[in-house]
């Protein structure tokens, strides 16, 4: 029996997706509750949300990395609030 390999995705050895966009998503900073559900659904690990810095984690919000980002729009399909619209790039 063949046993599967989990791979991490690297974003230091991952290739840059952006350029593939043909929509990008924007997110809604007043609509945006800082839920974290659209994280883990980006193929590309393109979303973070919230600081390393302690000061302004209470303002979470989720932030994109557009050159990695390559406009799917599942985040937009997961938010519970409609925080993520795409858009024409
Ligand atoms: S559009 Fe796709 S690739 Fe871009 S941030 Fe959303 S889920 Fe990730
Ligand atoms: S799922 Fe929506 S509300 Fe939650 S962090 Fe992502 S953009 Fe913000």
């Not at 990008?24 to 974290?36: A, Q, R, S, T």
């Not at 399909?77 to 993520?84: H, L, R, S």
Request: hydrophobic share 30%; charged share 30%.
């Amino acid at each position: 029996m063949e046993l599967g390999a989990v791979i991490k995705h690297n974003l230091d050895k991952a290739p840059k997706t952006g350029a593939w966009r043909y929509m990008h998503p924007e997110v809604d900073k007043e609509k945006c509750i800082g839920c974290g559900t659209c994280v883990p659904f980006c193929p590309e690990a393109s979303i973070e949300v919230g600081s390393k810095n302690k000061e302004v984690r209470s303002k979470k919000k989720a932030e994109i990395d557009y050159e990695y980002c390559k406009g799917c729009g599942v985040c937009a399909q997961v938010c519970p609030v409609k925080a993520i619209v795409m858009k024409k790039k």
